[in-house]
């Protein structure tokens, strides 16, 4: 079955900087991966859908890539903020949603 | 418009006892499920829905059932609760499988003691 695996250790950035997260799967390419971000106590809220065929998709910014050769995601987040601080889950779009573990972020001042 | 509203919030059962933890979606969404988040483990699919009056199990289904009688609701049941329960429990809605956002409630944090 298809697994997602992201890095479980937290990711410590200086404000300001690019803050690069990863997602990588097993088995099949998936035809659409998904980025969600999650604060404590809540659910997670979508941030960003990549397509097989797109090798790269922005929204403001928010960067993601998607390498199928790589078996790869990576997640960006240029000129990072305090607030960007969360954790950040991948996840593979098939039957449902396959999540990988999540990614903590945090960005210090 | 309220999104995905789950109740309740917090809740302490008793080894042995049943619940019913309810999920309701104002989206008209087909697709319904639910999720269990461990720490250390990510979200874990539970049960989940394609439309009404279909249902089908995810990746750890023992322990809980499910119905789907309306688009709206989709409430998962716990049995006989187990201390191995205790977790937040997640559902999310979406209006297709694949290529949409899906919309997750605020979670209910459950202990069974």
């Known amino acids: 079955s298809q697994k997602i695996e992201q890095n479980s250790e937290a990711l410590n950035i200086q404000e300001g900087k690019t803050a690069t997260l990863t997602c990588n799967y097993t088995n099949y390419s998936p035809a659409y991966l998904q980025w969600y971000r999650q604060d404590p106590g809540r659910g997670p809220v979508f941030l960003l859908l990549i397509r097989e065929n797109e090798k790269e998709k922005r929204k403001e910014r928010l960067k993601v890539t998607f390498d199928t050769t790589l078996k790869q995601s990576l997640f960006h987040i240029t000129a990072s903020q305090p607030a960007d601080s969360a954790t950040y889950l991948c996840a593979n779009a098939g039957n449902m949603l396959t999540f990988g573990g999540g990614t903590r972020l945090m960005v210090k001042p | 418009n309220a999104g995905v509203t789950q109740t309740p919030k917090f809740q302490v059962l008793k080894t042995g006892q049943s619940m019913t933890l309810q999920c309701a979606q104002d989206m008209n969404h087909e697709y319904m499920s639910w999720y269990r988040q461990d720490p250390g483990m990510g979200l874990r699919l539970i049960h989940y829905s394609v439309g009404a009056g279909i249902t089908d199990q995810g990746e750890v289904p023992n322990g809980y059932n499910v119905s789907r009688s309306t688009t709206e609701d989709f409430p998962l049941r716990l049995l006989s609760a187990a201390p191995s329960q205790t977790s937040v429990y997640f559902c999310?809605?979406?209006?297709?499988?694949?290529?949409?956002?899906?919309?997750f409630g605020q979670g209910t944090r459950l202990t069974v003691v």
């Open positions: 999310a809605s979406s209006s297709r499988q694949l290529d949409t956002e899906a919309f």
